[in-house]
């Protein structure tokens, strides 16, 4: 079975400081990879996503995550991050079956002034 | 383009009722895929629906039903709620052109409170 472990639940941090949001999952076949990030009262936007190819991925609003099939991570990335960053993030993992996701718990980013 | 559209937004159902829950998918999309999302279970994948057929389904009891009609438009439905149904129900929808995995785009989502 497939499984997404979000190592933070939390994570502050000052605007303009860089940040990053661990991810690491268990399969034992190769899966796609995704990270979604959620604001209050919201849905779901995707970032970025890693299917084949290079393994640094850029996603939107500055945004990356590279992929490490050793250490089976997917770390997402952003050098310098604003207030309006401030969301829940999620780390997500597809199998080769269509629309099914498994999501890690979650990492709720606070930026503070 | 339109976005997925779930309806409603809210809603506010008593134990022992049953509730059903719309999703309209995007334009030309096939897949609908249904979650709930709860703080202490965080995001739990219910169902997939691709061609009106049932494909992917999650470990949830068979309370938790749905339907895809030909327009690709889908529903969900709980019976005899339980406290514990209290959630945010995520529907996706993606083009999930024969097994690829594509991106998934979500709905605002529809918040049950069981009371």
């Known amino acids: 079975a497939q499984s997404v472990t979000q190592l933070d639940s939390q994570v502050p941090v000052f605007e303009e400081a860089p940040v990053e949001l661990r991810c690491n999952y268990s399969?034992?076949?190769?899966?796609?990879l995704f990270w979604y990030v959620q604001y209050p009262n919201q849905g779901l936007q995707l970032l970025l996503k890693?299917?084949?190819?290079?393994?640094l991925v850029k996603g939107i609003n500055g945004f990356e995550a590279e992929f490490n099939k050793s250490q089976t991570s997917f770390h997402l990335r952003k050098p310098s991050v604003h207030i309006s960053d401030t969301a829940e993030y999620f780390c997500?993992?597809?199998?080769?079956?269509?629309?099914?996701?498994?999501f890690g718990q979650g990492t709720e980013l606070s930026v503070k002034p | 383009k339109a976005g997925v559209t779930q309806t409603p937004r809210y809603l506010i159902k008593t134990r022992g009722q049953q509730v059903t829950l719309s999703c309209s998918p995007i334009?030309?999309?096939?897949?609908v895929s249904w979650y709930q999302q709860t703080p202490g279970q965080g995001l739990q994948f219910l169902f997939e629906?691709?061609?009106?057929?049932?494909?992917n389904k999650g470990n949830f009891p068979g309370r938790f039903s749905g339907r895809q009609f030909s327009n690709s438009r889908s529903e969900m439905n709980v019976s005899t709620l339980e406290l514990g149904d209290s959630a945010l129900y995520l529907c996706?929808?993606?083009?999930?052109?024969?097994?690829?995995?594509?991106?998934?785009?979500f709905g605002q989502g529809t918040r049950l409170t069981v009371v």
């Open positions: 334009s030309g999309h096939r897949s």
């Open positions: 996706a929808s993606s083009r999930a052109l024969g097994q690829d995995p594509t991106e998934a785009f």
């Open positions: 890693y299917l084949s190819g290079s393994t």
């Open positions: 629906y691709f061609s009106e057929t049932q494909r």
């Open positions: 997500a993992v597809s199998l080769n079956q269509g629309g099914k996701l498994i």
């Open positions: 399969s034992s076949v190769s899966v796609y």
